[in-house]
Structures are given as C-alpha cells and as structure tokens.
C-alpha cells in the first residue's frame, strides 16, 4: 500500500464526499478552485460548512484565506477549515490561529489495504439487519438516527440529507448509507464514500441505548465486505487517538493526520 497515493486518493474522497451533499441542495454553495474549496450547505452546520483542499501560502493568499472565513463568520455560520495531510499542514495552521480559529484534537487518517485480505475479520449479530439506502424512507431512518444521536442533537443533519435525496437514493451515486435494524427500528447509521479507488467512512452513529453492542462497527464490516466484492482495493477512516485501537483491530493502519479548525 503506498501511502502517497492512499493519502492523495484520501483527500480526492474528502473533497468530492465535502461537496456532494451541498452541490444538491438548492441553497447550496460550492466554490471549487485549483487549491482551494469551500463548501457552504446554506444551512448553520459545521459538519457541511468547510473550507478545505488548500494550496495557498500564507505569505501569497493571505487575502483569499481572510475572504473565506469572513464568508461564513459575515453570517455567523459556523464551519470547519479542514488541514488535510496533503494540504496545509505545518504552514496554514498558525494563520488559523490568528485568525482566531483552533483545532480540539487532530485525528489519524488511517487506511487499510483491502486487496491483500482474504476476509474482513468480524461478526455481525445476527439481531441486527443491515440495509443500504435506496428508498426516501431509509434515507429518513438514516437522518433520523444521525441527528438525535448528534450531541447536541442537530435537526439540519436531517435537512441537510433530506434535501439530497433524489441524489443520495441513485443507484449510481457514491455516496453509501447503511442502516442497522433492530426488529424493524433502526438503531445505527453509517455513511461511506466510494471515488477515486478509496473507500472511505464518514458520519456513523447509534442510539446511546445500544452504544457498546457492536452495532456501529458491524455496518463497518458489512460496507467494507461490500467494498471488497466490487474490486474496491482501499478503505479510509479517520479517527482520534482513543480510537485508533479499535479500528487496527479491522485491519487499519496510520497513514496520516487530519486538523479541523473552527
């Protein structure tokens, strides 16, 4: 596994994934330039207002990087400048920080080599039913779950892929949702994006009900079996340092760093 082309595959799927669900909603912005992206949903969501896949040197683009963040703080919306490991580390994060943006906790881009495993190692329990969205109704079952299970629970996740739907529920979109059931009730979401020959998860999350049962990590296994059958040859996750055990165990490995800064 080459690690440079994993993380340039890696970032080609964040950016595309960033701006997937924005470039479907009428009230979306996309501004999508050579070494700088900015992704704006329209609605007050940090998760899908970012700024990301920059090139520009502070020393040069000082103008251009103050235009982005005053796009989104003119409307006191709140938003995400993304660090990707190929894309700003070491030189844009002390512009950050002037400008009065900060990082919590940077996250591990770890990545796994599906074409030199046999089986994706794990159990699904046989409680659970995985289903992948196709239908309006699954794509409610799947905002549902990420929005209450958000904390504080956010209403414009639900908007957000709602909106989307026409484009989420193609057969040929990218974007892959699963759903986990129990006796009919969903319980547990996860979101993949297929582009560039990665795999890659996004949004996940379960009722605090039936957090600790292995419901979350089963939908991993189960898109990561399915990303194996259409000859897809890598997958990505990212996670903070107390998960980074979890996901070794499936077989992930550390391949870079990743910042969010807001």
Known sequence: ????????????????????LATARKDGEVQNLADLLLVDSGLPCASFNT????????????????????????????FNWIIGPLSG????????????????????VMAMDLGKIVNIPGNIPKELEIRKVSTSAAL????????????PPDENLKTIYMDAKEAVTSPSQPLRLYVGYLEGKPV????????????????????????GKGYGAALIIAAL????????????IQTVEAGRAIYERFGFKPVGRIAAYS
């Not at 580390?89 to 591990?108: R, V």
């Not at 079996?225 to 990505?236: C, P, Q, V």
């Open 188 to 211: 547990a979401v996860q979101e993949a994006f297929s582009a560039h020959g990665i795999i890659s998860f996004y949004s996940m999350a379960a009722l605090s009900s039936t957090q």
């Open 89 to 108: 580390h070491g030189s844009m994060e002390p512009t950050l920080k002037g400008f009065g943006l900060s990082c919590p906790e940077e996250e591990w």
């Open 1 to 20: 596994m080459d690690r440079s082309a994993v993380l340039k595959a890696f970032e080609a799927n964040l950016w595309d994934r960033t701006s997937y």
């Open 225 to 236: 079996r399915e990303a194996k059958k259409a000859n897809i040859r890598t997958a990505s």
């Open 140 to 151: 409610e079952d799947f905002a549902n779950i990420l929005a209450v299970a958000t904390k």
């Open 51 to 78: 700024i990301g896949k920059s090139a520009l040197h502070p020393r040069f683009g000082m103008d251009r990087i103050e235009s982005a963040i005053k796009h989104f703080q003119s409307k006191s919306a709140p």
